[in-house]
């Protein structure tokens, strides 16, 4: 079964500072998108950024970036000069087959202290 | 710009009574559309997803039901809501293709008692 992995269920991130959320999955695809979504305590989920799996360059999005490990099937995501707003459970999810149903990690609840 | 809605954003509904959650979606024709439940502090669970209109895809077995009514209108429906039923539903689109972007209401907590 093709499944998803956030091994930490919970982080805590100084304000301003950097922190690291890690994803891995398992696909037998050669070409597919990965994707990280916040929900915020509002619960409603929040594209916050996209790999495309057949690009090298890792994406970005202002402070948000992905190191995306093609190999190793590792999509980790890391937040720079974390805000009080970025406070929220964030998924990590990718097409299951290619289909177009996304397979969501169990989330990860980031804590931002002030 | 696309938008998408879902009503009602709360629900409280004691067990064996019925069921209508509704979304739509403004600003892109022909998409596709997705209902997902969220139990509390755990991810996100497929219910049905919906490539055109009546054409409806059912993920879990259970006694919900969706139907498409008109291309971006999405109904989630149950004729006896059980107390397991209860969750966060949330409704999401994307652009008609395998790997696009989905993106999602804000959600309706529904509460059986």
């Known amino acids: 079964a093709q499944t998803v992995t956030q091994s930490q269920p919970e982080m805590s991130v100084q304000e301003a500072e950097t922190v690291t959320l890690s994803c891995t999955y398992d696909t037998s695809e050669s070409d597919y998108y990965l994707f990280w979504y916040k929900q915020p305590p509002s619960r409603q989920m929040i594209l916050v950024i996209r790999q495309e799996a057949y690009k090298q360059q890792n994406a970005t999005e202002n402070r948000f970036s992905v190191n995306f490990q093609k190999a190793a099937k590792s999509f980790s995501l890391k937040i720079s000069d974390s805000q009080l707003g970025d406070a929220a459970m964030y998924f990590c999810?990718?097409?299951?087959?290619?289909?177009?149903?996304?397979?969501f990690g169990k989330g990860m609840k980031l804590t931002v202290n002030p | 710009s696309q938008t998408i809605h879902q009503w009602p954003a709360t629900l409280v509904q004691p067990v064996g009574s019925p069921l209508s959650l509704e979304c739509t979606v403004e600003g892109t024709s022909n998409p596709n559309l997705y209902w997902y439940r969220q139990a509390a502090g755990r991810g996100l669970q497929l219910l049905f997803y919906?490539?055109?209109?009546?054409?409806i895809s059912s993920e879990v077995p259970q006694n919900l039901s969706a139907s498409r009514p008109q291309d971006r209108q999405f109904i989630l429906s149950s004729k006896k809501l059980l107390l397991s039923d209860s969750g966060f539903y949330l409704c999401?689109?994307?652009?008609?293709?395998?790997?696009?972007?989905?993106?999602f209401g804000p959600g309706t907590r529904l509460t059986v008692l």
């Open positions: 919906s490539v055109g209109i009546g054409q």
């Open positions: 999810a990718y097409p299951q087959g290619g289909s177009e149903k996304l397979v």
């Open positions: 999401a689109w994307s652009v008609s293709g395998a790997t696009d972007t989905q993106y």
